[in-house]
């Protein structure tokens, strides 16, 4: 059975930083595309990075140059490091697995709040 659990979420001052994980069973994240997604309350869900094989991870423009995503394989984790967080990044982040960085995820995970906010 697969299992996405996403954790590292909260509240943070902007301008601060916070560091994502999504810890995965029943799947090899080298072997799947993993993906970060978040949603807003009244907006659509957004694909911020993916990181999949060797490929050069993606980025949305939103948060590019801002967070970074790594693979940590003896773990089975994808992280998501966020810096220089904004007001605007506030959402309910999601991972997800699917076999290509553009599909719509097999598996996802149950989300992690992040609130940026003074």
């Known amino acids: 059975q697969v299992q996405l659990v996403e954790s590292g979420g909260g509240l943070v001052q902007p301008g601060g930083s916070l560091r994502l994980s999504c810890a995965a069973s029943?799947?090899?994240?080298?072997?799947?595309?993993i993906g970060w997604f978040r949603q807003a309350p009244g907006k659509d869900r957004e694909g911020i990075s993916c990181i999949v094989g060797s490929e050069r991870p993606y980025y949305a423009n939103s948060v590019k140059g801002r967070f970074t995503i790594s693979r940590d394989n003896a773990k089975n984790t994808v992280n998501l490091q966020m810096n220089n967080l904004k007001p605007e990044d506030t959402a309910v982040y999601y991972c997800?697995?699917?076999?290509?960085?553009?599909?719509?995820?097999?598996?996802w995970g149950q989300g992690t709040q992040v609130t940026v906010s003074s």
């Open positions: 997800a697995a699917d076999l290509y960085c553009s599909g719509p995820g097999d598996y």
């Open positions: 029943g799947l090899s994240v080298d072997y799947y595309a």
